[in-house]
């Protein structure tokens, strides 16, 4: 259970304890064993000079009106920097941290914080709430946690798995019509009608996910045992050398999948297509990474734009 508590901005009268904090955290036990005097004097002033013109940016974390500790962020690269937060001892483990970096991961789609490269609990700490390392500065070490895809998700959750003619007129099987009715979707014509496919829920997330630069590859998986299919397209994007597979359609697997290479995904996504189909021949499976296909495509041009895309080797002989 979290310890209720409430974040106000920093006053004047609250100098002296955020000058205290930052002496704690910017000084170090290896930095205060390497300081000379006149050093370590040099950096006191200068955070003290940065207190008093900063304050205001500062928000103080209040417990039953007593002071916790305070937190700042700042711009920095796509998102935000956590660049202090600090509890009182009596205060930590109870919940208050995680909360404060919750709520800041609710505004930003990127949010970093620095840390020690010696504060092994703060690292797996934020490790188990899904910060990834992203870069090492000498003493210090960055992490990142990005949450553009979980908000994809989020946005997407009330989209029904089906299709809609262009008269408006929702199916929600494929049957022999198909052919002759189905049309991709606008990622923003989706987003109005709540239903569609594999095929169009896959270009609304490479429409979301391409607003934020992240590297995707889209890709189309056909079990090629008559007309139809079965068939299903799916997105992986890239992120800090790792590999994303990013679903909603497929309800079973609806979520977001880590992987540490595109072969790795490429197996388990093909294994979990292949318990869908029975008397399954891994001979009849085709993979193919396929670019953006022209909306208000039928099917078949679907398929063609999928077939002219670059075919990828499954299974060895």
């Not at 940065?50 to 305070?70: F, L, M, S």
């Not at 990142?144 to 994809?152: C, L």
Request: glycine fraction near 4%; aromatic fraction near 16%.
């Amino acid at each position: 259970m979290v310890l209720e508590f409430v974040c106000t901005n920093a006053t004047k009268k609250d100098i002296d304890v955020i000058t205290s904090i930052k002496m704690v955290t910017m000084i170090d036990d290896v930095m205060d064993r390497k300081l000379s005097h006149d050093e370590r004097k040099k950096i006191e002033d200068a955070i003290k000079e940065e207190t008093k013109d900063n304050y205001e940016k500062y928000q103080i974390v209040y417990v039953n009106r007593k002071r916790a500790g305070v937190f700042i962020t700042v711009p920095y690269k796509n998102g935000v920097m956590i660049d202090e937060i600090y509890l009182f001892e009596e205060y930590r483990n109870k919940g208050i941290g995680t909360s404060i970096i919750n709520s800041i991961r609710d505004v930003y789609n990127f949010t970093y914080i620095w840390l020690y490269i010696d504060n092994d609990d703060m690292y797996r700490f934020l490790k188990r709430i899904g910060f990834v390392e992203v870069d090492r500065k000498r003493r210090i070490i960055i992490m990142r946690i990005n949450d553009v895809a979980p908000k994809i998700l989020k946005s997407m959750s009330d989209i029904r798995n089906g299709f809609v003619d262009r008269k408006g007129n929702y199916y929600h099987l494929c049957r022999e019509n198909f052919y002759d009715v189905y049309y991709l979707q606008k990622p923003q014509d989706l987003l109005e009608s709540k239903v569609g496919l594999c095929f169009d829920q896959v270009e609304l997330e490479r429409f979301l996910l391409g607003k934020y630069d992240i590297p995707l590859r889209s890709y189309y998986l056909i079990y090629q045992d008559g007309l139809l299919g079965p068939a299903h397209s799916f997105v992986l994007y890239k992120d800090n050398e790792k590999y994303y597979w990013l679903e909603n359609s497929w309800s079973k697997y609806r979520g977001i999948h880590e992987y540490e290479s595109k072969e790795s995904a490429y197996l388990d996504i093909a294994k979990k297509f292949g318990e869908t189909i029975k008397d399954f021949k891994k001979d009849k499976l085709k993979l193919y990474e396929f670019e953006k296909p022209r909306y208000g495509s039928s099917y078949e041009k679907y398929k063609i734009n999928a077939f002219n895309g670059r075919v990828i080797k499954l299974f060895r002989s």
